[in-house]
């Protein structure tokens, strides 16, 4: 069985191309678990509509796409602003798939950036085929604040995406996941408590050496009082732990 993911947008004819390309048996579409605005919503709830409608569709007694069985448009919401977050949910979804011994594709012309990034790194991350569908035309539509924002009505060519040689970065998921606990740690050797390591020379470099990194990468922040370090984890460091998942979950099915 085929199944092709995709992300929920106002461009359905990018979503139908995709179809075409791909020849699924099951379609999933990515939902976002919260629209910009209430009008947003009823737009893309139109479109989703739509490319059911289409898809489903016949033509003289036959129809359009039979070799799809399933469009799952109400499963999966994830954060379309979280690249992240939306990369584990990803990577779930696509192991889920695999599980049941399906192959899987995904097309990141839908949906806005930040989803198609995550959707990219996390077809990478797992070796999935990618393709793009670039607009054949473009409409303009008033949005709420009357200003003009242009959308695809028609689809020119598809593109295959190269694979490209990416790892995700060795940090310690182990500090990060130790102070999502607490809300800081007032000394490295209060740390090292925390992670059950002991108190010698060796792992205090360690663990500094590693807290250098987390902070440049802006995971945690560190301030030093009087003669002890601060040490308490950033947004930004507790939305990667995500990522702990994502590693875990992608040396699983490469395993498979």
């Known amino acids: 069985m085929r199944t092709l993911i995709v992300a929920q947008g106002l461009e359905y004819e990018r979503i139908l191309a995709a179809v075409n390309i791909h020849s699924p048996n099951k379609v999933i579409m990515l939902r976002s678990k919260k629209d910009v605005t209430p009008e947003l919503s009823q737009q893309i709830?139109?479109?989703?509509?739509r490319v059911k409608e289409y898809i489903f569709s016949e033509r003289n007694g036959l129809r359009l796409f039979p070799f799809i069985r399933e469009v799952d448009a109400d499963s999966h919401h994830i954060d379309f602003f979280d690249i992240p977050s939306a990369m584990a949910e990803?990577?779930?979804?696509?192991?889920?798939?695999?599980?049941?011994?399906?192959?899987?594709?995904?097309?990141?012309?839908?949906?806005?950036?930040?989803?198609a990034i995550a959707l990219f790194l996390a077809s990478q991350l797992l070796d999935i085929p990618i393709t793009y569908c670039t607009a054949g035309k473009y409409a303009s539509m008033n949005n709420t604040y009357d200003s003009l924002k242009q959308i695809a009505?028609?689809?020119?060519?598809?593109?295959?995406?190269?694979k490209l040689p990416l790892s995700l970065m060795p940090?310690?998921?182990?500090?990060?996941k130790r102070l999502s606990q607490v809300d800081e740690i007032g000394?490295?050797?209060?740390?090292?408590?925390?992670?059950?390591?002991?108190?010698?020379?060796?792992?205090?470099?360690?663990?500094?050496?590693?807290l250098e990194l987390l902070s440049n990468l802006g995971y945690i922040s560190q301030a030093f009082k009087g003669r002890g370090k601060r040490v308490r984890i950033t947004d930004s460091g507790k939305s990667v732990i995500n990522l702990m998942r994502v590693i875990e979950e992608s040396k699983a099915v490469l395993s498979l």
């Open 45 to 49: 709830e139109k479109h989703i509509s």
């Open 187 to 210: 000394s490295m050797s209060e740390l090292l408590l925390l992670m059950k390591r002991e108190k010698n020379k060796s792992n205090l470099i360690t663990i500094s050496r590693q």
């Open 90 to 115: 990803i990577v779930s979804i696509i192991k889920n798939e695999i599980a049941q011994k399906n192959q899987v594709s995904v097309d990141i012309s839908s949906g806005n950036k930040v989803v």
């Open 171 to 176: 940090v310690s998921w182990d500090i990060l």
């Open 153 to 162: 009505f028609s689809v020119q060519k598809s593109l295959n995406l190269q």
